[in-house]
């Protein structure tokens, strides 16, 4: 069974603060990892993908991959109330064509 | 501007009927892809296809149906067999194995 597992929160944390999600997952052939942003009652918008050990930044956010650990993680610096939403883990497993495999998504509350 | 045009936003179903939701897309991405999402849920794969002319069964594809006759567009039709059809359908395309997905605005799909 491939999973990917996500703390549903809601994970509330001070504007200004640092906000860390995390992400676990089962493949550890996986290649591929991302994190989308879902508004509630929106679709989910591509945030950050990350292939390689380590962490990329892109702005306030930073993916950081550990592939020996299983765990995809996602920063968020600076935290402002816009950056309250759920966000989804989402996984390349296994052989089949960019078949992703979706975490249930953690809730981050920015509080002014 | 590029990007995947799912319509209608919104769909009621009566029992017994079949539904058929549209996803456009004008990306020139190969791949595409149907999910479905519940309330507090991650997404679940219904279909995908990577080229024109072929596509595979995600893992919830039981009272589902696709077609693939043209690159730019990837309709999903709910069927009667699909006894709990509610739920807020999302369609996706990529450019190929390990790229990001990137989602339409999603239908919700309701039972009269």
């Known amino acids: 069974q491939k999973e990917v597992e996500q703390n549903s929160g809601p994970l509330s944390v001070p504007e200004g603060a640092i906000a860390s999600l995390n992400c676990t997952y089962s493949d550890r052939g996986s290649q591929s990892f991302f994190w989308y942003r879902q508004y509630s009652g929106k679709s989910p918008e591509l945030i950050m993908f990350?292939?390689?050990?380590g962490d990329k930044e892109d702005g306030r956010f930073t993916a950081q991959l550990n592939k020996a650990s299983q765990y995809v993680s996602l920063l968020i610096r600076d935290s402002q109330p816009s950056d309250s939403a759920t966000y989804l883990c989402a996984v390349n497993m296994g052989n089949n064509f960019n078949k992703f495999y979706f975490g249930s998504g953690t809730k981050l509350n920015v509080k002014p | 501007d590029g990007g995947i045009t799912q319509s209608p936003k919104y769909l009621f179903r009566k029992e017994g009927q079949n539904v058929t939701l549209s996803c456009e897309q004008n990306l020139n991405h190969d791949a595409m892809y149907w999910y479905r999402q519940d309330p507090g849920q991650g997404l679940r794969l219904i279909y995908y296809?990577?080229?024109?002319?072929?596509?595979q069964k995600g893992d919830i594809a039981e009272g589902y149906s696709v077609s693939r006759e043209k690159k730019e567009s990837f309709p999903l039709t709910v069927t009667s067999a699909q006894k709990n059809p509610t739920a807020f359908y999302l369609c996706a395309s990529s450019t190929g194995r390990n790229q990001p997905q990137h989602f339409g605005d999603g239908t919700r799909l309701s039972i009269l």
């Open positions: 296809s990577q080229i024109v002319n072929d596509f």
């Open positions: 990350i292939y390689s050990n």
